[in-house]
């Protein structure tokens, strides 16, 4: 039920984390695996270990996006999966004082950038008759977490789930399945800095119900479930894997 076997794969963010974790779990299935970032040198690497493709983008561009799926079907054949993995916080600042053009790039790349490599890979679906996108959202999109303001990135996370739904409904008549995996915290660029102090990481343990810290492979069981036949009656959902943050 979880056999990939030929199946082309994009991941998007794939130069660190998570994506890293998640072109391996699904190379690791079968699946033909193009990862996709702006360094180079980071993809080299991983496209040669796991026998995939690398092809660079500036996913804040959202130009640049328009060029991914062109690509990625030239060098495997027609994409069937598709995994938004890149997203990032362009500013700290508390929500009265966010700087506009910062908001716009957190929803550019965390939102747009995602829409348009779906409505991008859908023709390819279509031919091959099957297709699963797979959106990588977080914990923010659902609650907000005291401390730590991110009014946009909340936001555009937020707005992953209602897109998900939507393309869901638009896209099922044609076995186009659309999810969405709301991480909890885990170790990442992003968060690296919560770890970087007793205080942050006792505040972590303190409101995370199972006593483990969480890393990117504990996401990958949802992404792969999601991707493979075995999650083939799941459609337009937000799955939770965050520990029980949000249970509380």
């Not at 999650?231 to 029980?244: A, H, K, L, N, P």
């Amino acid at each position: 039920m979880f056999d990939l076997d030929g199946r082309v794969a994009i991941v998007t963010g794939a130069s660190s984390g998570l994506g890293v974790a998640v072109a391996r779990a699904l190379a690791g299935f079968g699946a033909r695996v193009a990862v996709v970032a702006r360094r180079l040198d980071r993809l080299t690497e991983l496209a040669k270990e796991i026998d995939g493709a690398a092809v660079t983008c500036d996913l804040s561009d959202l130009d640049q996006v328009r060029t991914v799926v062109p690509a990625v079907a030239e060098q495997l054949g027609r994409p069937e999966i598709l995994v938004n993995g890149a997203g990032s916080m362009f500013t700290y600042e508390r929500a009265e004082s966010e700087p506009l053009d910062a908001s716009r790039r957190t929803v550019d790349l965390n939102l747009l950038a995602p829409f348009l490599l779906a409505q991008d890979v859908q023709p390819h679906m279509l031919a091959v008759g099957r297709g699963t996108i797979i959106n990588i959202s977080s914990i923010s999109g659902r609650v907000g977490i005291p401390g730590i303001p991110q009014a946009s990135y909340a936001a555009s996370k937020a707005g992953l789930s209602g897109l998900t739904s939507e393309l869901a409904v638009q896209w099922a008549r044609h076995s186009i399945r659309v999810n969405t995996v709301a991480p909890g915290f885990f170790r990442s660029e992003i968060t690296g800095p919560l770890y970087d102090s007793e205080r942050s990481t006792e505040y972590l343990r303190r409101n995370t119900p199972l006593p483990m810290e969480g890393s990117a492979e504990d996401i990958t069981g949802a992404v792969v479930w999601l991707a493979s036949d075995a999650g083939r009656y799941v459609t337009g959902q937000t799955i939770v894997v965050d520990g029980g943050w949000t249970a509380r």
